[in-house]
């Protein structure tokens, strides 16, 4: 029985929602509890403590008479054992009735549903007193209590909130991080599990202490756990990915979290969008850099540069660097040849710094080719084209049917209106010998 009552305390004690007990609360108030007096009570029932009578009627009579004294011991201390687990369970039953009572949100509820339920109990419990006397204490004092912990820790567990990282969110906006972790890690221990506490922290690890390493390590953990749904696994590894390649330019490691994905959720459709992006991802670190060099954005030709002498921009960067963009821009396209911005860029390379005008205006025909393209970026091609038949093939033919056709089919694009002032041009300067 005094092993009942030990468990039935430790149940609701660990098992209380919101209550900050623990474990090793309950292991040092069942210690203060249940053995120190049990302790204490053998110890003045067996002689130990001189200056203390034995209490025990029955092991001092055995003492008197030269007897055996251990069985009496034994059996005073049985009874000794259930009175005191008896009364300090009926005593734990107290301070986790008190405990839910400065917990619950709505006091006056709790207060109505005490007295509804003692109506009933305390009758009950009061019957157990007058029939057991002062030895049955505890067990009517459980009779009473038992029924509205379980009761209100039932409803505690159906409302209680999720963590509050409030704190956390208050101290990352003052720049104070250590206590910002501090904050999130003790409200994981309260809900172990809880994703976006986990996120948080992998967060700052990766954006505030800079050690991508330890939030790569968080993110694994948390996504191996048996619970954690597939949204939230796919999440926190993009989420990854995203930091390895904007904070360390890492492509290689961000492959991998997304690879993790693939290999956690075969055949999902969360497999599938990781791997389109992992056939995104630049090859090399190098890569990823050119990348990220600001774009030249061109601008239609509606001046003189359709004029200039084609020598003049070539080249802009030396041939040795223009090879090796070239040789990366090449790997990229045979990874995935529907990359637009790659193929794009070659084409570029190749017509206005590698000198190769026939091959860059193929790689653009190619951009051409490819279906549902936004029209902008169709005349933009097309002008290009027209440049490069200008400038480095000297071909006015073929760019003035080009042009026409940019007109014809683009005619709201500024593509269009520079294309119309470059016919103009061409019908004048075709003009003036006839004139002369």
């Given at each position: 029985?005094?092993?009942?009552?030990l468990?039935?305390?430790?149940?609701y004690w660990?098992?209380l929602?919101?209550?900050?007990?623990?474990?090793?609360?309950?292991?040092?108030?069942?210690?203060?509890g249940l053995?120190v007096?049990?302790?204490?009570?053998?110890?003045?029932?067996?002689g130990?403590?001189?200056?203390?009578?034995?209490?025990?009627?029955?092991?001092?009579t055995?003492i008197?008479q030269?007897?055996?004294?251990?069985?009496?011991?034994?059996?005073?201390?049985?009874?000794?054992?259930?009175?005191?687990s008896?009364?300090?369970?009926?005593?734990?039953?107290?301070w986790?009735?008190?405990?839910i009572?400065r917990?619950?949100?709505?006091r006056?509820?709790?207060?109505?549903h005490f007295?509804f339920?003692s109506?009933?109990?305390?009758p009950?419990?009061?019957?157990?007193f007058?029939?057991?006397?002062?030895?049955?204490?505890?067990i009517a004092?459980?009779v009473?209590l038992?029924p509205?912990?379980h009761?209100?820790?039932?409803?505690?567990a159906?409302?209680?909130?999720?963590?509050?990282?409030?704190?956390?969110?208050?101290?990352?906006?003052f720049?104070?991080?250590?206590?910002?972790?501090l904050?999130i890690?003790?409200?994981?221990e309260?809900c172990?599990?809880?994703?976006e506490?986990?996120?948080?922290l992998?967060?700052l690890?990766?954006?505030?202490?800079?050690d991508?390493?330890?939030?790569?390590?968080?993110?694994?953990?948390?996504?191996?756990?048996?619970?954690v749904?597939?949204?939230h696994i796919s999440v926190a590894f993009?989420?990854?990915?995203?930091w390895?390649?904007k904070?360390?330019?890492?492509p290689?490691?961000?492959r991998?979290?997304?690879?993790?994905?693939?290999l956690l959720?075969?055949?999902?459709?969360f497999?599938?969008?990781?791997?389109l992006r992992i056939?995104q991802?630049p090859?090399?670190r190098?890569?990823?850099?050119?990348?990220?060099k600001?774009?030249?954005f061109?601008?239609?030709?509606?001046?003189?540069a359709?004029?200039d002498?084609a020598?003049?921009?070539?080249?802009?960067v030396?041939?040795?660097e223009?090879?090796?963009?070239?040789d990366?821009l090449?790997?990229?396209?045979?990874?995935?040849?529907n990359?637009?911005?790659?193929r794009?860029?070659?084409?570029?390379?190749l017509?206005?710094?590698?000198g190769?005008?026939d091959l860059?205006?193929?790689?653009?025909?190619?951009?051409?080719?490819?279906?549902d393209?936004?029209?902008?970026?169709?005349?933009?091609?097309l002008?290009l084209?027209?440049?490069?038949?200008?400038?480095?093939?000297?071909?006015?033919?073929?760019?003035?049917?080009?042009?026409?056709g940019?007109v014809?089919?683009?005619?709201?694009?500024?593509?269009?209106?520079?294309?119309?002032?470059?016919?103009?041009l061409m019908?004048?300067?075709?003009?003036?010998?006839?004139?002369g």
């Amino acid at each position: 029985m005094s092993a009942a009552f030990l468990m039935l305390g430790y149940h609701y004690w660990v098992n209380l929602p919101g209550f900050a007990g623990g474990r090793r609360a309950f292991a040092v108030w069942a210690v203060k509890g249940l053995l120190v007096p049990l302790f204490v009570w053998i110890a003045i029932n067996s002689g130990l403590v001189p200056e203390m009578p034995v209490l025990s009627s029955e092991v001092a009579t055995a003492i008197a008479q030269g007897k055996g004294w251990l069985g009496a011991l034994a059996t005073s201390s049985s009874l000794a054992l259930f009175l005191v687990s008896s009364f300090w369970a009926a005593v734990t039953f107290v301070w986790l009735t008190l405990a839910i009572a400065r917990m619950v949100p709505d006091r006056r509820e709790f207060d109505q549903h005490f007295l509804f339920c003692s109506l009933f109990l305390v009758p009950v419990a009061a019957f157990v007193f007058l029939a057991a006397g002062v030895p049955g204490w505890g067990i009517a004092m459980m009779v009473w209590l038992v029924p509205i912990v379980h009761l209100r820790s039932s409803m505690l567990a159906t409302t209680a909130s999720g963590p509050n990282y409030s704190p956390a969110v208050a101290r990352l906006k003052f720049g104070k991080y250590k206590d910002a972790e501090l904050e999130i890690i003790n409200e994981l221990e309260k809900c172990e599990d809880d994703f976006e506490g986990w996120m948080m922290l992998a967060d700052l690890y990766a954006n505030h202490f800079n050690d991508l390493p330890e939030a790569d390590r968080a993110i694994r953990e948390l996504c191996t756990q048996p619970n954690v749904p597939a949204v939230h696994i796919s999440v926190a590894f993009h989420r990854l990915a995203d930091w390895h390649l904007k904070l360390a330019a890492d492509p290689d490691n961000a492959r991998s979290a997304l690879e993790a994905i693939v290999l956690l959720l075969p055949g999902t459709h969360f497999a599938r969008m990781a791997k389109l992006r992992i056939d995104q991802l630049p090859a090399t670190r190098e890569d990823l850099l050119e990348q990220r060099k600001p774009k030249i954005f061109r601008l239609p030709a509606l001046g003189d540069a359709l004029d200039d002498d084609a020598r003049n921009e070539r080249p802009q960067v030396s041939l040795t660097e223009a090879r090796a963009q070239a040789d990366r821009l090449v790997e990229r396209l045979k990874r995935n040849p529907n990359d637009v911005e790659a193929r794009e860029s070659f084409a570029v390379l190749l017509g206005e710094q590698l000198g190769k005008t026939d091959l860059a205006i193929e790689q653009l025909n190619l951009l051409i080719a490819i279906p549902d393209q936004p029209a902008p970026k169709h005349a933009e091609w097309l002008a290009l084209v027209a440049a490069w038949q200008i400038k480095y093939r000297h071909d006015t033919v073929a760019a003035k049917a080009l042009l026409e056709g940019i007109v014809r089919e683009f005619p709201q694009t500024p593509q269009a209106l520079a294309a119309r002032r470059r016919l103009e041009l061409m019908e004048t300067e075709r003009m003036i010998p006839r004139a002369g």
